[in-house]
């Protein structure tokens, strides 16, 4: 796990500080994710070097958030955020302090950090440095507020959602003290932009245990004040590695009014369109597919709604072939195909241009895709003189 590019560069950029006189580890989700054996590519280095001390060692480096002591260090094997060692601040709007002090000591920097398994830092010798029992959390599957649960979660308030997210990442459970603390804080989430928010929930998603987390969710109080419902008894066998497929199945959950919840959410266009056409196709299954479903929605699209409507155990005439396999079989798969176009039917009719002529576009594309008229030009044109030349 610790052979990738992501890991050779942090040791590299570790063993350069070293050689400059500097302290340096790895901190973070990448000390975590090593000891849980996953695989980690965002590997963070942390040191007690000061941000220009950092940069006086490299030859390349960005500024990519040097007020908060973070630089970018460029090395053959790839980028790495090098971040000083630092305490923080007074926070007044419970989501970022209002200033940093950078500082010496490695305790004093894992110290201000959320979780005891995200407060471990790793030499590049492999040896761990772990003050607050991380190692430990992390052997019984605990998550455990660094120090004062309330104070953490004062000073950060998405730190409550990221307790339940890693909940359902890990299928770790959240001790007792920092669930009580998450209850008591619940309302701060309101401080929480909905970009942040929504980044969270794309990884529960994506977690192993999506019903559990969700069961967290209400149970911490924070599902009261997010927007939408979250009706965590419908995600027992949820599971995906899809985060648009999560939303998707939030939104259909939601009922009429999903685009609003989801719009809360600020998802992109592409996000919306996606859970639009699923939820469509999801509709359009109980009654059953057609070909025109097959030709108008993507596999991955149709694989969803069909996914759902097994979820929720939809009394609807299922496909009895792969979806893959009825596509395969439609005549034409792209509108493009087809032999005949607008500018052709003006040409045969002889008419001017109308609502008309999308009428009979579409209408002539069904009747291809039905197999009840062949994508030949004379045998196309002949139906249109039959269905529409002699009546528009």
Not at 252 to 260: C, S
Not at 298 to 319: G, I, M, S, V, W
Request: a negative charge; proline letters at 3%.
């Amino acid at each position: 796990m610790q052979n990738n590019k992501e890991w050779q560069a942090a040791y590299s950029v570790i063993k350069q500080l070293e050689h400059a006189g500097f302290e340096a580890v790895i901190v973070g989700g990448a000390v975590r994710d090593a000891l849980l054996d996953r695989p980690a590519h965002d590997v963070d280095v942390a040191t007690n070097a000061l941000p220009e001390e950092v940069k006086s060692v490299f030859q390349r480096t960005v500024d990519i958030g040097i007020q908060h002591g973070t630089v970018l260090v460029i090395v053959p094997a790839g980028p790495v955020e090098v971040t000083t060692y630092r305490t923080d601040g007074e926070y007044t709007d419970h989501r970022r302090p209002e200033k940093v002090q950078f500082v010496r000591s490695l305790q004093d920097d894992l110290q201000r950090r959320d979780f005891t398994m995200n407060a471990i830092a790793m030499r590049h010798d492999g040896s761990f440095v772990d003050f607050y029992g991380g190692r430990q959390d992390i052997e019984l599957r605990v998550i455990r507020a660094v120090g004062d649960a309330q104070k953490r979660f004062a000073e950060d308030a998405l730190r409550m959602l990221r307790a339940i997210r890693f909940s359902a990442q890990l299928d770790f459970t959240i001790t007792e003290d920092t669930l009580t603390a998450i209850q008591n804080r619940a309302a701060d989430i309101a401080f929480i932009a909905s970009e942040r928010i929504k980044a969270e929930l794309d990884k529960l998603w994506l977690g192993t245990t999506v019903f559990k987390g969700l069961q967290k969710l209400e149970e911490s109080g924070l599902a009261v004040y997010l927007p939408g419902d979250f009706q965590a008894e419908h995600w027992q066998n949820f599971r995906t590695e899809d985060k648009q497929l999560g939303w998707a199945y939030f939104a259909l959950l939601q009922g009429a009014n999903w685009r609003e919840v989801l719009r809360s959410y600020r998802l992109s266009n592409k996000e919306m369109a996606f859970v639009k056409s699923v939820l469509t196709a999801f509709e359009a299954l109980k009654s059953g597919w057609t070909n025109s479903h097959y030709f108008t929605y993507t596999e991955q699209e149709l694989e969803a709604a069909l996914y759902f409507a097994k979820l929720r155990q939809l009394d609807a005439c299922l496909p009895n072939q792969p979806i893959h396999t009825l596509q395969d079989k439609l005549p034409i798969r792209q509108k493009q195909e087809v032999v005949v176009n607008g500018a052709d039917l003006l040409k045969w009719s002889g008419k001017k241009g109308g609502p008309w002529v999308k009428e009979a576009l579409e209408n002539m594309l069904e009747a291809i895709l039905h197999n009840e008229l062949e994508n030949d030009q004379q045998q196309i044109r002949n139906w249109l003189d039959h269905n529409y030349f002699h009546e528009a």
